[in-house]
């Protein structure tokens, strides 16, 4: 329809100049007449001005629209990136707790055989001392000795 109405208005335009052509110059007729042409010639400035908004009306809104989905995208890349962080995060937390569970026992592991290992070896050395004085004809000055540190206790 826009281009009917341009059409239209551009025939009325080329009428118009040729009647002023044929019409004597200084009538009243003339004056008329071109005042005519340039009330014709302000409604299609109008008209050219009024398609330009709307053109560039219909570009922002495609480019508003264009720039809508891309920051979409990037939210929504971000929101991936930020929910890969987290995940990374909670399984580095989890291998952490993980890792210190491991240590826990290992330390544990080692107290238990700091404590053990001292009271088999002295089990072991005290009945073979006993073995040997059993029979209370010999002492011995080391056995006796040996008593005073089979106590597990740290010095």
Do not use: H
């Amino acid at each position: 329809m826009g281009e009917n109405i341009k059409d239209l208005l551009n025939e009325e335009i080329a009428a118009e100049i040729q009647a002023i052509s044929s019409l004597d110059s200084g009538s009243e007729e003339k004056s008329k007449a071109i005042e005519d042409l340039a009330k014709l010639y302000r409604l299609r400035i109008e008209e050219t001005k009024s398609e330009l908004d709307a053109e560039d009306r219909r570009s922002r809104r495609t480019l508003e629209s264009e720039a809508n989905v891309r920051e979409n995208e990037i939210k929504k890349s971000q929101l991936d990136e930020q929910i890969k962080a987290d995940v990374q995060d909670e399984q580095y937390k989890r291998s952490q707790l993980d890792e210190q569970v491991k240590d826990r026992y290992f330390r544990l592991g080692i107290a238990a055989a700091e404590l053990l290992i001292p009271l088999m070896f002295y089990g072991i050395w005290m009945r073979k001392g006993f073995k040997f004085e059993e029979t209370g004809t010999y002492t011995s000055t080391t056995f006796r000795g040996l008593f005073n540190r089979f106590r597990p206790t740290k010095k």
